[in-house]
Nanobody, 119 residues
Framework: VQLQASGGGLVQAGGSLRLSCVAS????????MDWYRQAPGKQRELVAA???????NYADSVKGRFSISREDVENTVYLQMNGLKSEDTAVYYC??????????????WGQGTLVTVSS
């Protein structure tokens, strides 16, 4: 499975961006799709997650501003980011948790897309 993320860029504080991540490949059942981010000098952190049943989870720092969604038919996960702040500046990574044909859990990561918020 390969993940291709897109949608990052430079935006002014208060603006919006929409990240997309497409999972391609076969042989696994995707369970959870989520977004992490890593700011310079900081550890990677979970931003938002969405399970196969649609249940979502958000970091406290983005609640009310970010929204995660998924299109299972297209194996795509989105992150709509509104009200962006300078502290949202980071490289954003999509991640997929899946189960393969041998019932083994697998984890896949995208290449990262840079989001820069100017104040």
């Amino acid at each position: 499975v390969q993940l291709q993320a897109s949608g990052g860029g430079l935006v002014q504080a208060g603006g919006s961006l929409r990240l997309s991540c497409v999972a391609s490949g076969t042989g696994v059942d995707i369970a959870i799709m989520d977004w992490y981010r890593q700011a310079p000098g900081k550890q990677r952190e979970l931003v938002a997650a969405i399970a196969s049943g649609g249940r979502t989870n958000y970091a406290d720092s983005v609640k009310g501003r970010f929204s995660i969604s998924r299109e299972d038919v297209e194996n795509t996960v989105y992150l709509q980011m509104n009200g962006l702040k300078s502290e949202d500046t980071a490289v954003y990574y999509c991640h997929v948790g899946a189960v393969d044909r041998n019932n083994i859990r697998r984890h896949y990561w995208g290449q990262g897309t840079l989001v820069t918020v100017s104040s």
